[in-house]
């Protein structure tokens, strides 16, 4: 069982805990977003926090 910390919008949305599911959450909050499933928020969340795993930008959160 994961933990909340493992995805990028709380328990059970877009897990980010490796590069693999990193890539994943990227694609999926791009769909989701592009449908009006996420907000433009969310969907800036999870590109952060799949950068970070990805290593492509710092762990540091900036609310976009």
């Not at 709380?10 to 959450?25: Q, Y």
């Not at 990227?26 to 969310?42: C, D, E, K, Y």
């Amino acid at each position: 069982k994961m933990p909340a910390s493992d995805f990028a919008l709380g328990k059970g949305h877009f897990p980010v805990n490796d590069a693999t599911h990193a890539r994943l959450a990227l694609s999926g909050a791009s769909h989701s977003l592009a449908v009006g499933n996420i907000t433009p928020q969310q969907a800036a969340k999870v590109k952060h926090r799949a950068d970070v795993v990805l290593g492509e930008t710092d762990s540091t959160y900036h609310n976009c």
